[in-house]
Each structure stands twice: as structure tokens, then as C-alpha cells.
């Protein structure tokens, strides 16, 4: 037995989201279907919608649907300080923590020379650019510590260092709420590394 | 921060899908913001076409776009043998099984009291005028062995009893490749009760 072709194509596009295998695309299908039909056209409109208004920001790279973003025209915000995440994703994470009062600049990944990312795909451009207007003092690296985000920091480490500006990362460590136990090697080294003196 | 408002509609969509959280809806949403636009598209088009033309088969209730679906209007298939399932999901594991040659009755969901479900809301009024036609020999009952399943078999059983149609349910026990060990307590008493002789 074959599906039928509308139910088919439905099952095929929920397949290609992240995380969704051929069964779990085939319960989302059939629950769409089971629902007033209301709810298939909000999620097509909503889909159609933000794909269209969506789109990077041409400052920071961060996803907004207004040009510069909301981050970037908040004179509010603390233009001499840039965030760099690998992500649009990233800078929301950031701002939950309803801390930081810089700007970001999103690299829209980071180098993997496995993948074939290399820094010529990255925004890096761009942020030279920014970098040029001389108005930024500090860019903190919010890279993840993994073998691409050491590479790109790395990478941005090389590159910056010539510039008037102070260059730093963003510590690794035990989480809170983490314990010593349950910690990975690699976190603890980490961890270790990054001692603070106490007072 | 508040996401920008087509964003925000997308998170919501996609959010009253079964186990999508708020987490994984972000993700989903910012996952299709990153494709190109034909994927949004795409998925906004199987959406509204898959909501529009598929509907229950008037005569067995499995989701179809054609009246009567496939598998009541072929004539090779035997339309003497009913296997009566909950949903249309059901229908689909049991034709990936390419052995049952009967045809289908969809209940539209199990008897349950405290979910305010009663028969009056599943099609046991369409079962019963399907029955009426005098053609249909035996009623195989494929419904899951949890207090719904039973419920309902148990409604089901004493409807259909005066009737002069042969009346089984699908057989419980330890499923292939299953270890006694592992398996629990209910189902090893099913299994013990629905022994079979070895001839």
C-alpha cells in the first residue's frame, strides 16, 4: 500500500525537518490532519510568512525582520562591545540571560574544513568592516568548545590581534548545577585551566 | 528580547505539534529560516493541500483522497474479512505487514470515559450499517491492550454478538524479539493466557 499523494508529499517535507525521522514525520502528518483545518493553514501561512520577511541582518547577521535589527538601532545598547556567536540562535540564548548589553555579530557558522566551511563562507568580512569604524573596543568569542569553535576562534584570534581592540572568550567550565562527578574530562580540564584566583 | 513577530508565529505553530516544546520549536523554525525559501514553501504547500483533499473514507474511515479509498473499492481484496483499528495510523502499520488481504473499519479512537469519548463518537453506527449488507463473515478487533482497547472491545463484542458474524481480536503476548526477561508483568500474563497448543 502506497499513501496517497497529498499525504505522501505531507510525510516528505516534515521529513526533511531536523530530528524528524519517517515515523515521527508520519504521526506529525497524520495529528495535522486530525486537527481543524485552521491549524494546517496557520502553520502554512506562519511558514510562509517568516521564510519571506525573515532574513539575516546586514550589520550583526542576526535574523530580524526589520533592517538594521532591533540589537543593532538600540542606542541603548553598548555598541563598543560585539558578541560573536556562531548563530541567530546563539543570540537569543544570550539575551534570555537578560545580562548582556552589547551587540552581537552572528558568523552564520564556524570553520570545518571537514564540511567544507571554510572562514570565506563566515561573516568575517563584515565584521572586519565594523571593526573598521573604530567605535568597538572589545569582542568577546562566544564559540562553543568543540574542534570548530577552537578552530574559529583561533582563526579570529590571528586575524584580530593586529587591531586596536581587546579579544576575548567566553569561559568553560563546570555548568551550574553541575557536578564534579558527572563532569567530562574535557570539562574539567577546562575548568582547571581556567582558574580565577580568589580575590 | 522578544522575537520578531513572524518568527514568534512560526515558534507558536509549530509548538502545537505533538512533543515539539518551546526548545524544539525554535529550532524547527530557525532550521527553515536557514533553507532556502523552496523548503518553506514546500512544506506550506503539502500542508494546505494535504489538509484540503484528504478526508475519512466514507465507507471504512481511513484518511483518503478518493471516495471509497483505495482498499474498499478494490475488488481483489477480501471484503468478507473486517479488521476494525482506532486510527488510520493503524491501518497503515497493518498494510506494511503486506499480509492482510481483508479490508479496514476506523473507529476514530478507543471508548474512554474520562476523555468524555463515548461509542456514540466513534463510527460503530457506520460499522453496524456495514454489516448490514450481510457480506462481511468475521470482524477481526485489532485494538491495543490497554483499558481503552478493552473497553471498547468488550462494547464491541457484546453489540456485535447476536449478530451472525465470527468475532476475533488480535493475539497479545511477547512481541519478536522480545526477551522474557525484559518483558513486563501484564504482558507475560497475556502471554500466558493466549497460549496456543503445539498440535
Do not use: W
Amino acid at each position: 500500500m502506497m499513501f496517497a499523494p497529498p499525504l505522501a508529499a505531507l510525510i516528505e517535507a516534515f521529513q526533511k525537518l531536523p530530528g524528524v525521522g519517517p515515523k515521527s514525520a508520519m504521526r506529525l502528518a497524520l495529528y495535522v490532519l486530525k486537527q481543524p483545518a485552521s491549524y494546517a493553514n496557520q502553520l502554512a501561512v506562519a511558514l510562509t510568512q517568516a521564510r519571506e520577511s525573515m532574513a539575516p541582518c546586514s550589520c550583526c547577521g542576526c535574523l530580524t525582520d526589520v533592517h538594521p535589527c532591533a540589537t543593532c538601532s538600540n542606542a541603548e545598547r553598548d555598541h563598543r562591545l560585539v558578541c560573536v556567536v556562531p548563530e541567530s540562535s546563539d543570540v537569543f540564548a544570550l539575551e534570555r540571560t537578560r545580562h548582556f548589553k552589547g551587540v552581537y555579530h552572528v558568523l552564520g557558522g564556524l570553520i570545518s574544513p571537514l564540511d567544507g566551511v571554510g572562514p570565506e563562507t563566515l561573516t568575517i568580512e563584515v565584521l572586519l568592516q565594523r571593526l573598521g569604524g573604530g567605535e568597538v573596543e572589545e569582542i568577546i568569542l562566544a564559540l562553543p568548545p568543540s574542534t570548530e569553535g577552537d578552530t574559529t576562534s583561533l582563526y579570529l584570534a590571528r586575524l584580530l590581534n593586529p587591531l586596536p581592540v581587546k579579544l576575548t572568550r567566553i569561559a568553560f567550565g563546570l555548568p551550574v548545577g553541575g557536578e564534579l562527578e558527572y563532569a567530562d574530562s574535557l570539562t574539567l580540564l577546562r575548568a582547571l585551566d581556567g582558574r580565577q584566583a580568589l580575590v
